[in-house]
Every structure is written in C-alpha cells, then in structure tokens.
C-alpha cells in the first residue's frame, strides 16, 4: 500500500475535483505516488505522463498483496507531494527485468530500451539496501501501463490542495 495517507483531506478533494470534471463518480484510489526519486526527475515524469508520452511504470519489488488492477485509479503526486495527475491503470504484467519487452520500455517515455535498461538498474540499485535484495535481470517486475484521465497544471495546485 502506499505510503503517503489515502484519507487525507488533499486526496479527498482532488479525488472531488477530478469526478466533476469527468462527471463521473471517482473511487478511493488505490495508490498515491510520486515518479522518480528527486524534484527534476519526479517532475519530468509527471509531465511525461500528463502530456500522454509515459503511458507505462515498472514497479520493484512487488507489493506482496497487490492492491491494485486494470481500471483502478491512483493519484500521481508533484514534487512538492501534492496531488497533481489521477490515472487509471489499463494494464498489469509481472515479468523477468531482463524480459521486459521494448515496447513497455519506451511507454515508459524515457529513451531508447537501453536507456531504460541503465536508468532502472541505476534506480533499483540505490534502493537495494532498503528492500534487502539485489537488484537483477532475474528480478521479477510490475510493468503497468496506465492513462492520465484528470490533472491539474502547476499554478492550480496552489494552496486550495495541500502537500501531504
């Protein structure tokens, strides 16, 4: 499960904000995340995803009980942990690092395959000694591919959304 609050009142709103512009009913999400791991990559990769170029995510390690599936939506957070982009996952394939297939690796909207390759070794190995594994090839993965369906630009995300 994620680790920022689902019950508080900034997802609330968000969550209200997105139903009435799709005037549809929009559930709980079931994740709250930010991409990347500093401000400049977790903002690239939420504009990647606003403007349509990433439509994919890997995740490592995976969530023992995955929580979430194909229709279900999750709410990216900005790098200043407000809620910026709610998505609704299309997709979910458990795979080998070393199989994920080209085609995934470029909806991630980061490069060449190869460059996803580097950019996720470089990633997963930082975090290795907070999962308590090695990061490999023989890792299995989360591929997820998903469609931004409701955001908010920047200067809109002001003070009427709170940080988490």
């Not at 969550?15 to 500093?38: R, V, W, Y």
């Not at 606003?50 to 229709?71: D, N, V, Y």
């Not at 989360?142 to 908010?152: K, N, Q, R, S």
């Amino acid at each position: 499960m994620s680790s920022f609050p689902i019950n508080h009142p900034s997802i609330a709103h968000f969550t209200h904000l997105a139903s009435l512009h799709l005037s549809l009913p929009i559930p709980q999400p079931k994740d709250i995340f930010h991409f990347g791991n500093d401000r400049t990559s977790t903002t690239t990769r939420l504009n990647l995803a606003i403007t349509g170029s990433k439509t994919g995510t890997t995740s490592w390690p995976i969530p023992t009980a995955l929580h979430w599936g194909a229709g279900d939506y999750s709410i990216i957070l900005d790098a200043d942990n407000r809620p910026a982009a709610l998505m609704r996952t299309l997709s979910l394939k458990r795979c080998l690092f070393r199989d994920v297939e080209e085609s995934f690796a470029l909806a991630e909207g980061e490069g060449t395959w190869e460059e996803y390759r580097r950019g996720h070794f470089e990633f997963y190995m930082a975090t290795e000694e907070a999962v308590g594994r090695k990061f490999g090839d023989e890792e299995e993965v989360l591929c997820e591919t998903f469609e931004v369906v409701f955001w908010l630009e920047e200067e809109m995300r002001g003070e009427s959304i709170p940080r988490l």
